[in-house]
């Protein structure tokens, strides 16, 4: 009787199981299919997404890059040379006459440097050298010339400083670079305004300090006009005497040799 009894409650205890089956097949059907629409969509909509992030960073780089480049453009050019004197340039006021300044250049760089004047007035002033080429540390000295006409209606001299104006541009070159006016040409968007410079005068018979630098400065830049004029020291023939006797010491020492040589032939003999 008890097992009677117990296997006719076992069917409802199966039943009932079976109801429960179904229940969370269902379920876990659902949150699968559900999960697997969440994937889907993921994967559909990623690379669209990481697109779009890509386009976003490239812009926002492209636009820093702008705002560095227009920051850059408001920014002053970074000096290549040191002038002094570094806005003027003075020239002793003689009506009628070509009158000299000078200007001192120093490459204060790391690289070569090529240096260019260039002025307003080319047909009433030149430099002396127009250009050339600094290396690392070097410094030059260069001379002005200037024609100074004489004032119309009783005008003042320093009335005339901003008429003429002098610019000088410099350029990063290798070393062993040959100067030539076109690099500068070639290479326009690499070429630096340095400063342009304007005219000054000062009177001749008035002491100043500004005429007494602009004296100092020229007696330096003749001193090295004629410093580069001389020849280059030579190691080999040296000239002796006014008559210009040019003895070669390695001729001297062979013609030794030689002589000493033939003494030994003779006593052979």
Same mark, same amino acid.
């Given at each position: 009787m008890t097992m009677a009894v117990a296997? $006719? &409650?076992?069917?409802? =205890?199966?039943?009932?199981?079976? $109801? /429960?089956?179904p229940i969370w097949q269902s379920g876990n059907t659902n949150?699968? %299919?559900?999960? %697997? +629409?969440?994937?889907?969509?993921?994967? %559909? &909509?990623?690379p669209s997404d990481r697109n779009s992030t890509v386009s976003n960073n490239m812009k926002a780089s492209a636009s820093s890059k702008t705002v560095s480049s227009v920051a850059k453009s408001l920014l002053p050019p970074r000096r290549r040379l040191r002038l002094d004197p570094n806005n003027s340039l003075f020239f002793p006021y003689e009506p009628g006459k070509q009158v000299k300044s000078a200007i001192r250049l120093k490459n204060t760089s790391r690289s070569h440097v090529a240096f260019k004047f260039q002025t307003t007035a080319p047909k009433s002033c030149y430099m002396r050298p127009p250009g050339g080429i600094l290396a690392p540390g070097e410094n030059f000295i260069a001379t002005v010339f200037r024609f100074v006409e004489h004032p119309e209606n009783n005008e003042k001299p320093m009335d005339q400083k901003s008429k003429i104006k002098f610019k000088i541009m410099?350029?990063?070159v290798k070393g062993g670079t040959e100067y030539a006016p076109e690099l500068f040409e070639e290479q326009k968007d690499q070429v630096t305004v340095e400063r342009i410079l304007r005219v000054v005068f000062v009177d001749p018979e008035r002491p100043s300090a500004a005429l007494d630098k602009l004296k100092r400065q020229l007696a !330096? =830049? !003749?001193a090295a /006009? !004629? =410093?580069r004029k001389k020849p280059?020291?030579? +190691? @080999?023939?040296? *000239?002796v005497g006014g008559e210009g006797l040019v003895i070669d010491e390695w001729?001297?020492?062979r013609e030794k040799y /030689? #002589? $000493?040589?033939? *003494? @030994? #032939?003779v006593d052979s003999v």
């Open positions: 296997d $006719r &409650h076992k069917p409802h =205890a199966d039943i009932k199981l079976f $109801r /429960l089956c949150s699968s %299919s559900s999960s %697997s +629409t969440q994937n889907l969509h993921h994967s %559909s &909509h990623g410099s350029l990063k !330096e =830049a !003749e /006009l !004629e =410093a280059p020291v030579e +190691t @080999g023939p040296q *000239v001729k001297e020492r /030689l #002589a $000493r040589q033939q *003494v @030994g #032939a």
